[in-house]
């Protein structure tokens, strides 16, 4: 492989040659992170004949600290905190429901941009790939992944084409019917953007555009219900 990705499309069809066990699967949903983890998200559930939908995560700043998160809200109604941050903020019930109604409108603003009406998707017994473009910290998906993990989903598959060295290291500990790929994982990291050679800022209309081509795509022909099967 190449020590840079062409673009967030190849990361996505190089993603999905090493997720071929779960194609035309009727359990398999495909959850990509917007912006930027829905053009790779497309290319996976094209390859594997599943459903893609987006999850979006809004991380809880400190009112002083907005870059110091101590929880988050997801889609499908989710809400999670650190315990012992929270514990440690000296935050009183009014200002934590204010932070939590300041977000939760962010939410609700992005989910009808690029969801419309439609509901959130059912994850409980399901298998869900969680799709980035890559992770430095790895911040956004800890909160995608708590958040997920209170809709119990039967098997979660984290799946990112590179990430930093320890980030990687970390994700991959993971438990609890939790599983991790990540193709390229530099020990000089930086910023996601330096791994491709094409990295622009998308839009909305863009996101929106590949839902929709998502949508349209053929129902798989064949179910299996493991990988194994």
Same mark, same amino acid.
């Given at each position: 492989?190449?020590?840079?990705? %062409? /673009?967030?499309?190849?990361?996505? #069809? ?11 699967? $009727?359990?398999?949903?495909?959850? +990509?992170?917007? %912006? ?8 996976? !559930? ?6 893609? /939908? ?17 929880? !988050? ?10 315990? =012992? ?16 109604? #300041? ?11 690029? #969801?419309?009406? %439609?509901?959130? &998707?059912?994850? %409980? ?7 980035? $473009?890559?992770? +430095? ?9 708590? +958040?997920?993990?209170? @809709? ?8 990112? &084409? ?16 939790? =599983? ?20 622009? @800022?998308?839009? /909305? /209309?863009?996101?929106? =555009?590949?839902?929709? #081509? ?6 798989? =022909? ?8």
């Amino acid at each position: 492989m190449n020590l840079r990705f %062409r /673009d967030r499309s190849e990361a996505g #069809r190089l993603l999905a040659e090493k997720l071929k066990a779960y194609a035309q699967r $009727d359990d398999v949903l495909v959850l +990509a992170l917007p %912006r930027g983890g829905v053009p790779v998200g497309f290319e996976i !559930a094209r390859a594997l004949d599943a459903p893609l /939908d987006v999850l979006i995560v809004r991380e809880l700043g400190l009112p002083q600290q907005p870059e110091f998160a101590i929880g !988050a809200l997801a889609s499908g109604g989710a809400c999670v905190f650190n315990q =012992s941050l929270l514990a440690g903020s000296s935050l009183a019930t009014p200002e934590i429901k204010a932070l939590i109604a #300041r977000e939760q409108s962010e939410l609700e603003r992005r989910e009808r941009a690029y #969801r419309g009406q %439609r509901p959130f &998707p059912e994850l %409980r017994g399901r298998t869900v790939i969680l799709v980035d $473009d890559g992770m +430095a910290t790895g911040a956004t998906m800890h909160a995608a992944v708590k +958040a997920l993990q209170t @809709q119990q989903p039967a098997h979660l598959v984290i799946a990112v &084409p590179v990430a930093a060295a320890e980030t990687c290291a970390e994700f991959a500990q993971m438990q609890n019917h939790t =599983s991790f790929l990540c193709l390229l994982a530099p020990v000089s990291f930086h910023a996601v953007g330096l791994w491709y050679e094409s990295f622009p @800022q998308m839009t /909305d /209309d863009e996101v929106r =555009s590949l839902l929709e #081509r998502a949508a349209q795509l053929p129902a798989p =022909s064949t179910a299996h219900t493991s990988p194994n099967s």
